[in-house]
């Protein structure tokens, strides 16, 4: 019997599950692979946990795997989806598929038919499928200039509104969480770690920011706000280039601002409705690596269309 291994590399997550032609025999997470934002080295060793922890649970070994599909953001740029994979064949036996972190989270959202998926993780994108087969994405250019309503542009979102809220002495909670997230003692401390070269890690600033709004904070309940609309901007950009006329339009969120929060998903379910008939959400939040593992089965013909 075959047995398939899908990964989900995320920027502050990896996780993966290893199966056989009908169920699912093991898992594992540990910490972010996306290459580009933790290196070769950090990466690698969080996919070789995640490996291990799931042939631990399947009672196999990573020569025993017919067939990996890991998913990254990024692997479309020149030399990513090449060093993942040169890392797998140093970690799994057999073939070995390298796809976009949004072809995973479509897979896993609706398999072969059309649809939008809103992914908001560590960064952000849109990407769709209309039934005629056209795509298109929109958002997921790189935290510098992109990456609107994720975790990285939540957290920078946030010091801007704290250090805007330092400046007109307004009150707020937010500021203390940043400076205690950080390690910090005073808000000069912080204008120096924010504008630090390399960058801050300002994901990491999400969770506070989803505390500082479910304790009332307004500035964070602001901040997550603003991230609602800029993801429903996101997929109405895709909505509007390969969905013109359609009366349905499936929709799925994924990533761990949208599991996450419950202020994000409505305003960007509302705003995306507002703005777009025939929306059509799937209100459960995706989980990517399902797609990883159902993609690396469908090329031994088991997948997908033929389970």
Same mark, same amino acid.
């Given at each position: 019997?075959?047995?398939?291994?899908?990964?989900?590399?995320?920027?502050?997550?990896?996780?993966?599950?290893?199966?056989?032609?009908?169920?699912?025999?093991?898992?594992?997470?540990?910490?972010?692979?996306?290459?580009?934002?933790?290196?070769?080295?950090?990466?690698?060793?969080?996919?070789?946990?995640?490996?291990?922890?799931?042939?631990?649970?399947?009672?196999?070994?990573?020569?025993?795997?017919?067939?990996?599909?890991?998913?990254?953001?990024?692997?479309?740029?020149?030399?990513?989806?090449?060093?993942?994979?040169?890392?797998?064949?140093?970690?799994?036996?057999?073939?070995?598929?390298?796809?976009?972190?949004?072809?995973?989270?479509?897979?896993?959202?609706?398999?072969?038919?059309?649809?939008?998926?809103?992914?908001?993780?560590?960064?952000?994108?849109?990407?769709?499928?209309?039934?005629?087969?056209?795509?298109?994405?929109?958002?997921?250019?790189?935290?510098?200039?992109?990456?609107?309503?994720?975790?990285?542009?939540?957290? &920078?979102?946030?010091?801007?509104?704290?250090?805007?809220?330092?400046?007109?002495?307004?009150?707020?909670?937010?500021?203390?969480?940043?400076?205690?997230?950080?390690?910090?003692?005073?808000?000069?401390?912080?204008?120096?770690?924010?504008?630090?070269?390399?960058?801050?890690?300002?994901?990491?600033?999400?969770?506070?920011?989803?505390?500082?709004?479910?304790?009332?904070?307004?500035?964070?309940?602001?901040?997550?706000?603003?991230?609602?609309?800029?993801?429903?901007?996101?997929?109405?950009?895709?909505?509007? &280039?390969?969905?013109?006329?359609?009366?349905?339009?499936?929709?799925?969120?994924?990533?761990?601002?949208?599991?996450?929060?419950?202020?994000?998903?409505?305003?960007?379910?509302?705003?995306?409705?507002?703005?777009?008939?025939?929306?059509?959400?799937?209100?459960?939040?995706?989980?990517?690596?399902?797609?990883?593992?159902?993609?690396?089965?469908?090329?031994?013909?088991?997948?997908?269309?033929?389970?």
């Amino acid at each position: 019997m075959a047995i398939f291994l899908g990964i989900d590399g995320g920027g502050s997550k990896t996780s993966c599950l290893i199966g056989n032609e009908q169920a699912v025999l093991g898992s594992g997470i540990a910490a972010g692979s996306n290459v580009v934002r933790v290196g070769e080295a950090e990466a690698k060793k969080a996919i070789a946990e995640v490996i291990r922890q799931a042939c631990t649970a399947a009672k196999i070994t990573p020569s025993q795997i017919d067939r990996t599909c890991i998913g990254v953001a990024g692997a479309a740029r020149p030399g990513v989806g090449e060093l993942v994979r040169r890392m797998m064949t140093e970690m799994v036996s057999g073939e070995i598929q390298v796809v976009g972190d949004m072809v995973i989270a479509m897979e896993a959202a609706f398999g072969s038919g059309p649809g939008v998926i809103v992914i908001s993780g560590t960064g952000s994108i849109a990407y769709g499928r209309s039934a005629k087969g056209e795509t298109a994405r929109a958002g997921g250019w790189g935290f510098v200039v992109s990456d609107e309503g994720s975790g990285h542009w939540i957290g &920078r979102s946030a010091v801007a509104s704290a250090l805007r809220a330092q400046d007109e002495a307004l009150s707020t909670t937010l500021l203390q969480a940043i400076l205690t997230t950080w390690h910090l003692k005073t808000h000069e401390q912080l204008v120096l770690a924010a504008n630090a070269a390399p960058p801050p890690d300002f994901a990491v600033l999400f969770p506070p920011v989803l505390s500082a709004a479910e304790s009332g904070d307004a500035l964070a309940v602001g901040t997550l706000n603003q991230a609602g609309i800029e993801l429903a901007e996101l997929a109405k950009a895709v909505v509007r &280039r390969i969905f013109r006329g359609a009366k349905s339009i499936p929709v799925a969120m994924s990533g761990g601002v949208f599991a996450n929060s419950a202020l994000v998903r409505q305003v960007f379910y509302n705003r995306l409705r507002a703005d777009c008939s025939g929306i059509a959400l799937n209100e459960a939040v995706v989980e990517p690596v399902r797609g990883a593992l159902e993609l690396a089965r469908a090329t031994h013909g088991i997948g997908r269309n033929n389970r």
